[in-house]
């Protein structure tokens, strides 16, 4: 008599089927996992970009109309980890909601958490400005007007893109604006708010 025993029989295709279950549900929680771990580090953010100051260096005033030279001073940070790409950018000068100046910044690049800062002036034509009370907006103590004033807005707008990773690109768009208080008399800032 031989002492052979019998091969083990072949799993069966219910063992399979959980073993591929199984692995699938692994590499669905490793992708999970992956996905929250690049959209934490590499989820691209809009640049941060502040006005840090606002002059005027001429200003001329003829019966209600006004000309002038405006002066900004910003700051523009980049908190992503990849270059940000700047274009189709513009400063723009508003007054009683109608545009009266405009400026479009050059082209650039700013580095992975990194600032620029940008100069920009330039020329405000002859517009007509309104001296009823309503444009008066500086107010002193107990609600007495210190000096007559006119309130104007100035707004930045930076479109761009941000690299990822070296292989994918993000539409990034970033907006700032203050508002600038001028007295009429002078053309000093009397105080600009963002």
Same mark, same amino acid.
């Given at each position: 008599?031989?002492?052979?025993?019998?091969?083990?029989?072949?799993?069966?295709?219910?063992?399979?089927?959980?073993?591929?279950?199984? +692995?699938?549900? &692994?590499? @669905?929680?490793?992708?999970? $996992?992956? =996905?929250?771990?690049?959209?934490?580090?590499?989820?691209?953010? /809009?640049?941060?970009?502040?006005?840090?100051?606002?002059?005027?260096?001429?200003?001329?005033?003829?019966?209600?109309?006004?000309?002038?030279?405006?002066?900004?001073?910003?700051?523009?940070?980049?908190?992503?980890?990849?270059?940000?790409?700047?274009?189709?950018?513009?400063?723009?000068?508003?007054?009683?909601?109608?545009?009266?100046?405009?400026?479009?910044?050059?082209?650039?690049?700013?580095?992975?958490?990194?600032?620029?800062?940008? +100069?920009?002036? &330039?020329? @405000?034509?002859?517009?007509? $400005?309104? =001296?009823?009370?309503?444009?008066?907006?500086?107010?002193?103590? /107990?609600?007495?007007?210190?000096?007559?004033?006119?309130?104007?807005?100035?707004?930045?707008?930076?479109?761009?893109?941000?690299?990822?990773?070296?292989?994918?690109?993000?539409?990034?768009?970033?907006?700032?604006?203050?508002?600038?208080?001028?007295?009429?008399?002078?053309?000093?800032?009397?105080?600009?708010?963002?």
């Amino acid at each position: 008599m031989s002492n052979h025993k019998k091969p083990p029989p072949p799993p069966s295709g219910r063992t399979n089927l959980a073993s591929c279950i199984v +692995a699938t549900i &692994f590499l @669905i929680f490793i992708k999970i $996992i992956v =996905l929250i771990i690049f959209f934490t580090l590499f989820k691209p953010k /809009n640049p941060a970009i502040s006005i840090t100051a606002v002059q005027i260096p001429s200003f001329s005033t003829t019966n209600t109309t006004v000309t002038f030279t405006i002066s900004h001073y910003i700051a523009v940070y980049n908190p992503n980890r990849g270059v940000f790409t700047y274009y189709d950018s513009s400063l723009q000068l508003l007054y009683a909601g109608n545009q009266v100046g405009f400026m479009f910044i050059p082209t650039g690049k700013i580095e992975a958490h990194r600032t620029i800062y940008i +100069a920009a002036t &330039f020329p @405000i034509t002859s517009f007509p $400005i309104s =001296l009823d009370n309503d444009s008066y907006p500086v107010e002193g103590i /107990n609600g007495f007007r210190v000096r007559p004033s006119l309130e104007i807005v100035t707004r930045m707008d930076m479109a761009g893109r941000v690299r990822v990773l070296h292989f994918f690109t993000h539409h990034v768009d970033a907006k700032a604006e203050c508002k600038v208080i001028v007295a009429i008399n002078d053309g000093s800032v009397l105080g600009f708010y963002c």
